[in-house]
């Protein structure tokens, strides 16, 4: 899992922006953020998965943050982005809702889903804005695992300690 920032200050209010107040123009720039570390820091991956929204969530929001920085994301790094494998069978409360460690882990259990092989044998780079715990991108992984992914990386804007 890697991240070029931490979760506060300006980094914290351009996702919240982004996620809660529908300011999409603003993945662009995200996504040049995440751009410029891969080029300094490269992970090994060949497609682009963004972290799913289960349905009904992306009917209220009317819109992924994940997929909308993949997307940009792949522009710049002519990566595929696969939209259509990983899915969100479990609908559950926000993480940021979840109090500690083992209820983030247990809300997002199970969670996750391929319907498909289209990244059997790939090397996968997970796409998600911010990792707290990491039980959302772990829970992820293990569905794109089981699926037969080669290996999973996480990559998101910014990373919140966590303890």
């Not at 982004?18 to 996504?31: P, V």
């Not at 682009?48 to 349905?55: A, D, G």
């Not at 899915?87 to 889903?113: C, H, M, T, Y």
Request: with cysteine; net charge positive.
């Amino acid at each position: 899992m890697r991240s070029p920032f931490r979760f506060d200050e300006a980094v914290r209010k351009a996702i919240h922006q982004l996620k809660y107040q529908n300011l999409r123009a603003i993945s662009r720039c995200l996504a040049e953020l995440l751009a410029d570390y891969l080029r300094s820091n490269p992970l090994p991956g060949e497609v682009l998965v963004p972290v799913p929204l289960h349905p009904q969530r992306l009917r209220e929001r009317g819109y992924n943050q994940s997929s909308l920085l993949a997307r940009e994301l792949g522009k710049l790094t002519n990566l595929p982005v696969i939209e259509d494998c990983l899915i969100r069978v479990k609908q559950s409360q926000p993480q940021v809702k979840a109090a500690g460690l083992k209820e983030r882990r247990e809300n997002v259990a199970d969670a996750f889903a391929c319907q498909n092989d289209k990244l059997s044998d790939k090397q996968i780079i997970l796409i998600d804005d911010v990792c707290t715990s990491g039980a959302t991108l772990e829970s992820c992984a293990t569905a794109l695992k089981n699926k037969g992914a080669l290996s999973v990386w996480g990559l998101t804007l910014a990373r919140e300690i966590y303890n």
